[in-house]
């Protein structure tokens, strides 16, 4: 009896020794944690955020990085344009995606640490839509526009609208107001950015008002050309009536100019300092390589010589481009 009574308390004693020490070493490790140590190294980030507009084309670009080098993380956000500079000024960010040039007050916070590089990477045309059972809305004028979504409007009808169309209540889709395009589009329609009629279903996520518009037979929204094109089948463009006469926009109306007021170039904000980082600096350079194929992909107009020029200087002015062996190829040169 003796002999097993010591037995179990040797026994609780060494199983308690083993416990102490496991805690002792792991408390240590924790301290001091590096790869040589056995733990795994941080994955290199690249954090990008901003314009639900850019996204597609952000994505894109993450997507066909990731087919080229898998040891970088590319993490693409969307919270609208004015969401994405907010994280930024909170260092949050590496890239802002912007479908409006940055305001006054966010180029004045862009110093030092935060001083940043803008490259523009597609053009786009703010696409008006309707439902396709719609056949009376054909075409409206930027007066029109105005008269549906300037603050305080008294359309509640299509009738209010013009007194030959039907009198059915209309049902507003827009952007929300962290939404680059939200203010682009009331600035350009309501000469006055942010300045709206509050009577609307609001969303951050284009997917959304498709769906809404798309839903409803007696809807009307706005977003990026590239959502119109991606579900042209569920919705029905309305022609803008300018000096021109009315025209929808393209490819060709947007990169001209014809399609009135709502046609936009896109941005990339780069925070300097992010950029000089490798793998920053390899997935930037990856983008502006590929950036026409890119922009086209997610259903936009890809820049001009001109654009793809500047874009370069500025990427040579900002940034000690990467040497060729260490900067991966662009898929066009992967496909050869």
């Known amino acids: 009896m003796m002999t097993r009574r010591l037995a179990c308390l040797s026994l609780a004693t060494f199983m308690l020794s083993g416990c102490g020490g496991g805690a002792d070493e792991k408390s240590s490790g924790s301290a001091g944690d590096s790869p040589a140590s056995g733990s795994a190294a941080a994955p290199k980030t690249v954090v990008v955020d901003g314009s639900s507009t850019v996204f597609r084309i952000s994505k894109a670009a993450q997507i066909g990085y990731s087919k080229i080098n898998s040891d970088v993380e590319v993490v693409v956000e969307s ?17 802002v995606d912007a479908s409006r040039e940055a305001k006054a007050e966010e180029s004045a916070k862009a110093t030092g640490d935060l001083a940043w590089s803008r490259y523009l990477v597609a053009h786009d045309g703010i696409s008006v839509v309707v439902n396709p059972k719609n056949d009376f809305v054909n075409e409206l004028t930027l007066a029109d526009l105005k008269k549906i979504w300037e603050p305080d409007s008294k359309v509640k009808t299509w009738k209010d609208v013009n007194p030959a169309w039907p009198d059915r209540k209309i049902t507003f889709f827009s952007p929300d107001k962290d939404s680059g395009t939200f203010e682009y589009f009331t600035e350009a329609v ?3 950015a942010r300045a709206q009629r509050n009577d609307i279903q609001a969303s951050p996520d284009d997917n959304t008002l498709v769906r809404g518009v798309s839903g409803d037979t007696d809807a009307i929204g706005y977003f990026g050309f590239a959502y119109y094109t991606a579900n042209a089948s569920k919705l029905k463009i309305v022609k803008i009536k300018g000096d021109k006469g009315a025209v929808a ?6 990169l001209s100019g014809e399609y009135p007021a709502l046609a936009r170039p896109l941005y990339l904000y780069v925070k300097n300092a992010s950029a000089k980082r490798a793998e920053v600096k390899s997935f930037l350079s990856y983008y502006l390589e590929n950036v026409v194929s890119l922009s086209e992909k997610a259903g936009y107009v890809g820049p001009t010589a001109d654009e793809i020029k500047a874009n370069n200087a500025t990427l040579a002015g900002e940034v000690a481009a990467p040497k060729a062996a260490a900067s991966p190829k662009s898929e066009e040169k992967s496909a050869k």
């Open 190 to 192: 309501n000469k006055k």
């Open 249 to 254: 926009p393209s490819k060709e109306t947007i």
């Open 79 to 95: 919270h609208g344009t004015g969401g994405g500079f907010g994280r930024y000024m909170q260092g949050e960010v590496d890239i």
